[in-house]
């Protein structure tokens, strides 16, 4: 072998150590980026409240309030879920608006608290809305790993009024009395020992809430193509 073919050789050779380290190279960094992207999602499920994030919730819950003022008429209609049935709409449309606007972990309960504070004096009750909220925010977690997607939102959003059902039948039959009498207070509602009523208004209030926290889902996208929820 002559001298140059052994030149060429070794040429070819360290060209090749070359390309070799420089794929190792490459490989290393997509590895470290792909690190640092799940460090990062994994970061962003959790972050902190804005003084700015707080009191768009706190705008967000005085609309819930407002056009849920026909719940003093809903009290004193003696069926089991009116409430429920009556608030769906508003207490899902606004609730999604807000958690698509602050896309954190208990956007929810921070409504629920804001909420509770007001209508605990009209109807002590209402106060499950607190433990509701804390069970959907939960399970939205467990299952959407956080609010990125929107119809975690809608889930959440889903979940949260009907959730107050179950605890509100447990209230009647077990904390509550009518006339000291031990007789349970949900026998007060039209239907009251009726299950398949109970459910049936149960599930009604689910779509409704469904209903309604579709529109605040829909709403909220508009909202942000036109710049208005950033």
Do not use: H
């Not at 380290?21 to 962003?44: G, L, T």
């Not at 009556?86 to 956007?107: D, E, Y």
Request: hydrophobic fraction near 55%; include cysteine.
């Amino acid at each position: 072998m002559t001298p140059r073919e052994k030149a060429i050789l070794e040429l070819v050779r360290l060209s090749d150590e070359e390309e070799k380290q420089a794929e190792q190279q490459a490989k290393a960094e997509a590895e470290a980026v792909q690190s640092n992207d799940a460090a990062v999602k994994k970061e962003k499920v959790f972050k902190k409240y804005m003084i700015k994030d707080i009191v768009f919730l706190a705008i967000i819950t005085a609309c819930t309030l407002v056009t849920g003022a026909i719940m003093p008429l809903l009290v004193n209609v003696p069926l089991f879920g009116i409430i429920q049935l009556g608030l769906g709409i508003q207490f899902s449309l606004f609730p999604v608006i807000g958690m698509m606007k602050v896309k954190k972990p208990f956007a929810l309960l921070l409504q629920s608290m804001f909420i509770s504070i007001f209508l605990v004096f009209m109807f002590p009750p209402m106060v499950l809305l607190i433990a509701c909220a804390l069970v959907a925010e939960l399970l939205t977690l467990l299952i959407f790993r956080g609010y990125k997607n929107d119809w975690a939102c809608v889930f959440a959003g889903t979940l949260y009024m009907p959730l107050t059902l179950p605890l509100l039948y447990m209230y009647y039959n077990v904390f509550y009395t009518v006339s000291g009498e031990e007789k349970a207070a949900v026998s007060m509602f039209i239907g009251g020992g009726n299950v398949g009523l109970t459910v049936g208004i149960s599930f009604a209030v689910v779509a409704v809430c469904f209903v309604g926290s579709v529109i605040g889902m829909v709403i909220a996208r508009e909202l942000k193509k036109a710049g208005k929820l950033k």
